[in-house]
C-alpha cells in the first residue's frame, strides 16, 4: 500500500447514498440521444448547456447531469447527505485530511441547494449536499414507463491504482464493504462498497487511475435489460453494447455495459440483494474464479478491464492518471487469445470451483 489516508479526528459525514453523477460530454445532442430516447431517461430540466435527468423512481431533481464541454470527463460524483449539518461535517472532515473544498450556497448544479465539493485524497471529485429540489416520482406513471425503464441510480464504479488504501478511506468515510475480490497472496483487486441497504453505491477498481469506470442504474426485472440489448440492436447501435447481458457472481446482480457517444459506460443492473443488518457477510472472491465476474462463466472483454473515463478536479482540468503498480485483474485473467476463461489447479487435483469455495 501507498501512504495510507490519515483518519480525521472528526466525524465523517452521515452519507445516506449515491445520488447523481455529473459527466461532460463533448455534443450535447448527440448525448441527449443516447440518455433520453435510447434509454428513457427523463428530462427534469435543460438548456443549451446542460441537461438534468432522472430515474423513474427518483424524486430528486437529477440523478445524472449532462454537461457540454470540450472534454469528455466526470465532473461529480454525488452524495446525499442526511441532514444539512452533513454539508458542514464533510466540508470539515475533507479539510482536515487536507483536500482542497470548494462550498457553495447555491449549488453546483441547478436543482441542487448548499453542497461542498472536495478533491478526495483518491483524486476523485466528491460532492455532498442535502438541499435538494423535490419533483415528481414517476412511480405510478405508467404511461411513461417503457420496456427498458431506468427506475434508480443504483452504484458508482471508480478505477484508482491502489485498492486497499481506498478502501481503508472509504471504511473511515463510513462505507461497508459487501464482496471484493483477492487473489491468494492478497492482493486486492477490486472491492464493493454501501452506505444504502444495497450492494453499494461505489466499487473501487484496481487500475490506472483516478477514472470513472461506470455509473450503474437499475431496471426492475432482467427482462428490462434484454429489451435494451434488442432496441439497441434494431438501432444498429450494438457496437455500443460492450460486455452483457449476463449475471454477475459479485452482488449476484444481472447486468448490462453500454458505452454513450463519449464512451462513458453505463452499467444496467437488477437483481442485488439486501446488505443492511450491521453483520451482513463480506464475500470475498479468488481472482481466478472465472464465474466473479460473470456467473455463466462468460469471458470479459479486455476493454472491459482497460478502458475508463477521465476525472476532473475543481478548476474543471483532468485529473492526471496514476498507474497501478501491483498485478492488473486484466493481466492475470485474460489469456494470450483475448479471453478472460483460465483455469485453475486446485489442491485436490480438480480444475475450477467448488460451489461456493471462495476465498
Ligand atoms: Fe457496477
Not at 487536507?98 to 478526495?120: I, P
Request: aromatic letters at 10%; glycine letters at 8%; proline letters at 6%.
Amino acid at each position: 500500500m501507498t501512504t495510507p489516508i490519515p483518519t480525521p479526528s472528526v466525524p465523517a459525514p452521515d452519507i445516506v447514498r449515491c445520488a447523481y453523477m455529473e459527466i461532460v460530454v463533448t455534443d450535447l445532442a448527440r448525448s441527449r440521444e443516447f440518455y433520453v430516447d435510447v434509454l428513457g431517461l427523463h428530462v427534469t430540466e435543460e438548456d443549451e448547456n446542460a441537461i438534468y435527468l432522472r430515474s423513474l423512481e427518483e424524486f430528486i431533481h437529477h440523478n445524472l447531469v449532462l454537461r457540454r464541454g470540450p472534454v469528455a470527463a466526470v465532473a461529480a460524483f454525488a452524495y446525499r447527505v442526511k441532514s444539512p449539518a452533513e454539508v458542514d461535517a464533510a466540508e470539515a472532515y475533507y479539510r482536515e485530511l487536507g483536500c482542497r473544498t470548494e462550498r457553495r450556497a447555491g449549488g453546483f448544479t441547478k436543482g441542487v441547494g448548499d453542497s461542498v465539493r472536495v478533491e478526495d485524497p483518491l483524486g476523485f471529485p466528491y460532492e455532498f449536499f442535502y438541499d435538494v429540489e423535490h419533483v415528481e416520482r414517476l412511480t405510478q406513471r405508467y404511461d411513461l414507463y417503457s420496456a427498458g425503464e431506468l427506475v434508480r441510480l443504483d452504484h458508482f464504479n471508480q478505477v484508482t491504482p491502489d485498492v486497499p488504501r481506498g478502501r481503508a478511506y472509504l471504511e473511515d468515510l463510513g462505507f461497508r464493504v459487501s464482496e471484493d475480490i483477492q487473489d491468494s497472496d492478497g492482493v486486492t483487486y477490486a472491492v464493493w462498497m454501501h452506505r444504502k441497504q444495497t450492494v453499494h453505491d461505489t466499487a473501487l477498481t484496481g487500475g490506472n487511475g483516478p477514472r470513472m469506470h461506470h455509473v450503474a442504474f437499475a431496471t426492475h426485472e432482467k427482462h428490462n435489460i434484454i429489451q435494451i440489448c434488442d432496441k439497441m440492436g434494431a438501432l444498429r447501435i450494438s457496437d455500443r453494447i460492450e460486455r452483457g447481458p449476463g449475471r454477475h457472481g459479485v452482488s449476484n446482480a444481472f447486468y448490462l455495459y453500454i458505452l454513450d457517444p463519449d464512451g462513458h459506460r453505463v452499467e444496467i443492473y437488477c437483481q442485488d440483494y439486501y446488505t443492511g443488518d450491521p453483520d451482513n457477510p463480506t464475500i470475498t472472491w479468488d481472482v481466478h474464479d472465472n464465474q466473479r465476474r460473470d456467473w455463466w462463466g462468460n469471458p470479459v472483454v479486455p476493454s472491459w478491464y482497460s478502458e475508463a473515463s477521465l476525472v476532473l478536479d475543481l478548476d474543471g482540468n483532468p485529473q492526471p492518471v496514476v498507474e497501478r503498480d501491483e498485478r492488473s485483474e486484466m493481466a492475470v485473467t485474460v489469456g494470450a487469445d483475448g479471453f478472460s476463461y483460465t483455469r485453475r489447479q486446485d489442491d485436490d487435483g480438480v480444475e475450477g470451483f467448488k460451489l461456493g469455495t471462495q476465498l
